[in-house]
């Protein structure tokens, strides 16, 4: 099937998206000479160099500022061109807006928060966690094109050899602003800031029971050297900024060691480290299922027992 991988340069994490995206790509069978990349840049020149992608063409598109609605008139505009029967985009806010209207424009079907998906002649079926994050359903498909919002899988990086584009179109969109608009900034998401590429992790769940408390663990991480992340309920509670999340909407890092205090292990939050080389889990609770899926586990008051740690760290015990 002809696809369309969807990738917004106006968020500054072309690699990123490139890996999220690629290793999904080889697992469905999927071949790389029937796909299109649509690369999103907004600026002025040079254009960004193109990153590895997995697939075989590629069109560059230079916009004025990153604006939905534009951006969505451009693939339709696109469409008819590349053929495509299946759409992929980044499962973050503004994948999730464009492949549910692009779905809607042109009269296909839309699913955000795909963890994987199989073809089967034209009918697509699609996985997704449903119920926080405590089931995985399955959906069917019948009527494409197919707009997908991909959720993010920690997928490997592209080898150093895979191939660019072979093909690659350059298109100029760029459109003056309306005269009501005085400056206008792309920013690219501060996200993880450090998370994803660190080896090193100390991570916060309710069980800190507090704003202080958990102020306290990100003093703690900083001084045994390892990177401080949070469950959602602990950034949802602004105990933590929201570029600490660890878990399916935030960082998806492979640390070769974990320390998890206080979280009892949901699978939205077990998807954020299950990767990592070495975990270690500390809670309060000796039936927290966080206990069954660690390496060492340790059953007390989580700051205690860093703070312990933290002091043998310090003596070079």
Known sequence: MKHVVVMNGCAGDLAAQARDLGDLLGRTGLRRQDGTTVLLHAGEPPLPRMPQVPTASAVRVRVSRYQPEQVLDILEELAPRLGAGLYLFVDDLAGRELAVRLGRRLGGTSLTGVRAFDLDGETLHARKAVYSGHMEATFRLGRGPFCLAIVRAGAALLPADHPGPVALLDLDR??????????????????????????????AGMGVQDRNRAARMAEIAQEIGAEFGASRPVVMNAWAPMDRLLGISGALPRPGLCIVAGASGSAAFMAGIEQSQFIVAINKDEQAPILRCCDVG????CLEILEELARLIREGA
Do not use: N, Y
């Open 298 to 301: 340790a059953v007390g008051d």
């Open 174 to 203: 760029r459109q003056p602003p309306p005269d009501w608009v005085e400056s206008c900034e792309c920013l690219p998401d501060p996200a993880t800031a450090g998370l994803e590429d660190a080896s090193f992790i100390l991570a």
